[in-house]
């Protein structure tokens, strides 16, 4: 008994995939499907099954209180994600099915909504990504205030990860973290090389030139006596 007991608490979660079979009610065993029901790969999709009560205006408060996106965007993107195929993404099955997708979604929608909030959301990637790479490179913040930031934001995003199926463990949540910080330092001090090459150092004045190991060296000139005279320069008469 304890030792079942064990192995179910130490048992871990599967996740969610983003589609599953559905199964028919019929008594022989075999799936009946109405001859009006949405595509069967449509009726597998499970990518927001744990957020089946939640309606739109309780996930666009949730993602405007801590990103540029709404649920619309949200959702348009993952389905473009997930509905891509070898002649693109199938805009017009999304649109016509997206009630049946998405449980917080209750309209269909045209291909070219589809696209649309799917280019909506591309942009605000692309911007937000750009004011948060120049705030990590400015020098606006420390290393360690940069670790914080980073640890919020990743908070989020695993949050919504976690939404669309996707379970972590402790180990792999601390071992992404890590290779995030380390990469974020890595930008730090690069940043430092780029922002001062070619230009003097606002602390001392001298010249400072990006160096291969991502730091900056002094220009070597600047560090001379500038009154001594070099061998072959004549006297003044």
């Known amino acids: 008994m304890a030792d079942d007991a064990q192995a179910t608490a130490g048992a871990r979660e599967e996740p969610t995939p983003a589609f599953r079979r559905v199964e028919g009610n019929d008594p022989a065993g075999e799936t009946t499907v ?4 949405p595509p069967q790969d449509v009726r597998e999709y499970a990518r927001f099954s744990k957020i089946d009560g ?7 408060e949730f993602l405007r209180d801590r990103t540029y996106i709404t649920a619309r965007e949200w959702a348009m993107a993952r389905l473009c994600a997930d509905f891509r195929t070898e002649t693109g993404v199938e805009m017009t099955k999304i649109g016509q099915n997206l009630p ?3 449980p917080f979604m209750t309209d269909t929608y045209t291909p070219q909504a589809v696209n649309q909030a799917r280019s909506s959301f591309d942009d605000k990637v692309t911007k937000a ?3 948060f790479l120049y705030g990590a490179m400015c020098d606006f913040y420390t290393a360690e205030e940069l670790d914080d ?3 919020e934001i990743t908070e989020v995003a695993k949050f919504l990860l976690e939404v669309e199926g996707v379970e972590l463990t402790v180990d792999e949540e601390l071992d992404a973290e890590e290779r995030i910080s380390s990469v974020m330092r890595e930008v730090r001090a690069s940043s430092a090389a780029l922002r001062h090459d070619e230009f003097s150092c606002p602390n001392c004045g001298h010249d400072v030139h990006a160096s291969a190991d991502g730091g900056g060296e002094t220009d ?3 560090d001379a006596d500038p009154d001594a005279a070099t061998a072959d320069e004549p006297a003044d008469d």
């Open 220 to 222: 070597s000139t600047t």
């Open 149 to 151: 930031l980073m640890y």
């Open 129 to 131: 990504g750009a004011t």
């Open 54 to 60: 939640a309606t739109y205006d309780r996930a666009n």
């Open 100 to 102: 049946e997708l998405v």
């Open 34 to 37: 109405p001859d009006d029901a």
